[in-house]
T-cell receptor
Framework: GENVEQHPSTLSVQEGDSAVIKCTYSDSASNYFPWYKQELGKRPQLIIDIRSNVGEKKDQRIAVTLNKTAKHFSLHITETQPEDSAVYFCAAVAGGSQGNLIFGKGTKLSVKP | GAVVSQHPSRVICKSGTSVKIECRSLDFQATTMFWYRQFPKKSLMLMATSNEGSKATYEQGVEKDKFLINHASLTLSTLTVTSAHPEDSSFYIC????????????FGPGTRLTVT
């Protein structure tokens, strides 16, 4: 089955710096890779996603890159702000499933003012 | 759009009792709903996938007789934790997927279950 690895588990950056979180997946049939932001005690919020037919997608300060050959994808946040502090999860759809998401273990991002 | 509600938000129950958690898609029809469990400071673990009008598909290691899932309509799925024990205490989150080729899932706010 699908296995998603996420690194780092914690990340601390200074306000205004960039943050990069990386994930790898095992199932070459996976074709959808979302990123979620979860604040303490709240629901995960979809912040950006990418499908396997594109290599990069950008939405303002957030971008995601996908390398299907290497089976890894990354989240890039530029000009970080204190409100970006949260736990970020990557996920991949298990191949052949109904859309079952397999999540990485999460990255706790702290942005220091 | 794509709002998912969950009820209750918090529940405390005694060991041996059962608890039902409801998940509703408010402004769209959800062909598929997913149930996750999340331990403190941990990731989301998929428990089961439910489709309207059919039996749920459980992930390996999840007891289907303990975690009863019913997807009675395109906007409602329920999770019943039967004969709850303290180790069942957790944060349970549902998500709903829209129909078609989109894999996007929208999450409910979660239910904090505490079994005493």
């Amino acid at each position: 089955g699908e296995n998603v690895e996420q690194h780092p588990s914690t990340l601390s950056v200074q306000e205004g710096d960039s943050a990069v979180i990386k994930c790898t997946y095992s199932d070459s049939a996976s074709n959808y890779f979302p990123w979620y932001k979860q604040e303490l005690g709240k629901r995960p919020q979809l912040i950006i996603d990418i499908r396997s037919n594109v290599g990069e997608k950008k939405d303002q300060r957030i971008a995601v890159t996908l390398n299907k050959t290497a089976k890894h994808f990354s989240l890039h946040i530029t000009e970080t702000q204190p409100e970006d502090s949260a736990v970020y999860f990557c996920a991949a759809v298990a191949g052949g499933s109904q859309g079952n998401l397999i999540f990485g273990k999460g990255t706790k991002l702290s942005v220091k003012p | 759009g794509a709002v998912v509600s969950q009820h209750p938000s918090r529940v405390i129950c005694k060991s041996g009792t059962s608890v039902k958690i409801e998940c509703r898609s408010l402004d769209f029809q959800a062909t598929t709903m997913f149930w996750y469990r999340q331990f403190p400071k941990k990731s989301l673990m998929l428990m089961a996938t439910s489709n309207e009008g059919s039996k749920a598909t459980y992930e390996q290691g999840v007891e289907k007789d303990k975690f009863l899932i019913n997807h009675a309509s395109l906007t409602l799925s329920t999770l019943t934790v039967t004969s709850a024990h303290p180790e069942d205490s957790s944060f349970y989150i549902c998500s709903a997927g829209t129909s078609g080729n989109s894999y996007e899932q929208y999450f409910g706010p979660g239910t904090r279950l505490t079994v005493t």
